[in-house]
């Protein structure tokens, strides 16, 4: 009966069509459906001369699969040719199809619009083959602070599908700082496929995580427009839950919310002038640990490097290495984080202590003490300048002490100069240039002069950084020659 209600179907539009010429007719399978339920749009177009149609997307979306069948009717000697366009679509929200032009014999002609009524009503019967939700552990959260949601896909043990393609939740407003693997088990009729996410809000207000979808096919064994059966597969999309979140800004000042402890470790505490003490410095809590900046503090005796933080988003750790050079004594300074605590809906303050660093064998200033000389003194230092005075009498004993002490002076030039020049030599070859950080700790005692503070700088970057090249060696040995350097 099915067939020849087709059949019966498909003669009227032939004898519609030769009454009428040329002609296009649009009819779709379904006018009311499901999330996730497609609509085919059929167009029978009717004449000698025909161009296809271009249709991309009905009702808003994409055209998911298109066809084209022709054959030839002859009624009462009449040659009439039928082609029939098919398009699968899977509507969102109501809508209307609207007229669709064909050129058929020279002539264009329209379809009428169809409306297609989708409902908002997401079937949750328990026999169904294929389930997807969204589970959310808080409705209500600070911006920043990390929350739980799970995706979970159920599919009957019973059910068999071919293929599918999951589609995750659209985020507006939020991120995910950490997506588990799939877990899967069988739990009584169904095969339950579970993903945890960790999540955080970037913004307040009223927001929304958007429906997960899964396309999956099945086999489709029902008859086509031409009664002819032929394997085929059918495409279904089914849609979870969307979950629906209210965010709140946390106090003003304040980035980080959540709780968290900060500790700093170093390897020791006692070092010799321009050794290094290495300090980790490490945050650890439930929260938004990505949105702590590095630390860097200012010590007036000693040096500071520190390296770019490393942060473990999953388990909430910043890690930030930290390195300090002085030539005396100095303290590490305490390090704090400020946060915002949403279960107690307080601003907290946890802090470290400071460490004190003792440099020893630290160079001391030698205060200048200039004694105040008696009066007797200063009398006999002048009455001696008298005699002395008094005691060169003769102009040629004069002269003769002055080329003396010139002559004295040169020969004593030439030796100094040698003896420098061959110091020099001596001290830049026990220099290896290569040994970036023998250098280092060599000039940071010079590091107030411009000339040397350059050169520490590309040091600093090819030690602590991202630095590359060779450092030019002639400036090095300018460097070394000018101070003095050992």
């Given amino acids: ?42 167009l029978d177009v009717f004449g000698s001369d025909v161009e296809a149609p271009q249709v991309d997307s009905l009702c808003g979306v994409d055209v998911l699969a298109t066809s084209t069948q022709q054959s030839i009717q002859i009624i009462n000697g009449n040659i009439s040719k039928n082609y029939v366009y098919s398009y699968r679509f899977e509507p969102e929200n109501n809508c209307t199809i609207e007229p669709i032009a064909v050129k058929v014999d020279g002539k264009v002609e329209k379809t009428k619009p169809i409306n297609i009524v989708v409902s908002n009503q997401v079937p949750q019967s328990k026999d169904r083959n294929f389930i997807l939700e969204l589970h959310s552990e808080k409705k209500e959260v600070f911006v920043g602070e990390p929350f739980v949601v799970k995706l979970v896909f159920k599919q009957k043990s019973s059910a068999d599908a071919i293929d599918s393609k999951f589609f995750p939740p659209k985020l ?9 693997q799939a877990d899967k088990k069988l739990v009584g009729d169904y095969y339950v496929t579970t993903i945890t996410y960790i999540m955080a809000a970037q913004r307040e207000g009223d927001l929304r995580i958007a429906p997960a979808k899964i396309k999956i096919a099945v086999r489709d064994n029902s008859a086509n427009y031409w009664n002819s059966f032929a394997p085929a597969v059918k495409w279904r999309t089914y849609y979870s839950n ?20 900060i500790t700093i470790r170093v390897d020791k505490t006692v070092i010799h002038p321009n050794e290094a003490v290495n300090a980790v410095l490490t945050i650890k809590g439930d929260g938004n640990v990505e949105d702590l900046e590095a630390f860097k503090p200012y010590i007036q005796n000693a040096n500071v490097f520190a390296e770019k933080p490393i942060v473990d988003e999953k388990n909430g750790i910043f890690t930030q290495k930290i390195a300090f050079v002085g030539d005396s004594s100095f303290t590490i300074p305490s390090f704090s984080i400020r946060y915002f605590d949403p279960k107690t809906k307080k ?15 630290a160079k001391q200033e030698a205060a200048l003490n200039i004694k105040k000389g ?30 003396s002490f010139v002559a004295g002076m040169f020969i004593g030039g030439i030796v100094v100069f040698f003896k420098f020049y061959v110091s020099n030599k001596k001290r830049i070859m026990r220099f290896n240039f290569d040994d970036k950080k023998v250098l280092f700790v060599k000039l940071l005692p010079y590091k107030d002069k411009k000339d040397v503070k350059e050169v520490l700088d590309m ?23 000018k101070y003095g350097i050992k």
Avoid at 172 to 180: A, L, R, T, V, Y
Avoid at 349 to 354: E, G, I
Wanted: proline residues 4%; neutral net charge.
């Fill in 374 to 403: 008696s009066d007797e003194n200063i009398a006999a230092a002048q009455s001696t300048e008298g005699s002395s005075a008094s005691s060169v009498d003769s102009s040629f004993a004069i002269t003769w002490v002055i080329l």
């Fill in 459 to 481: 040091l600093e970057e090819h030690l602590y950084g991202s630095g590359k090249g060779d450092i030019d060696k002639e400036k090095l040995k300018n460097i070394i020659n």
């Fill in 172 to 180: 507006e407003g939020f991120w995910i700082k950490h997506q588990s």
């Fill in 1 to 42: 009966m099915k067939n020849l209600g087709k059949i019966t179907v498909f003669l009227l539009i032939v004898a519609v069509s030769s009454l009428w010429g040329g002609s296009v007719l649009a009819r779709v399978d379904h006018k009311k459906v499901l999330p996730g339920e497609s609509v085919t749009l059929q």
């Fill in 347 to 361: 601003i907290q303050t946890k802090s470290t202590a400071p460490i004190d660093i003792k440099v020893e064998g």
């Fill in 242 to 261: 969307p979950i629906e979140m209210k965010v709140y800004a946390p106090p003003k000042g304040v980035k980080l919310v959540g709780n968290f402890d």
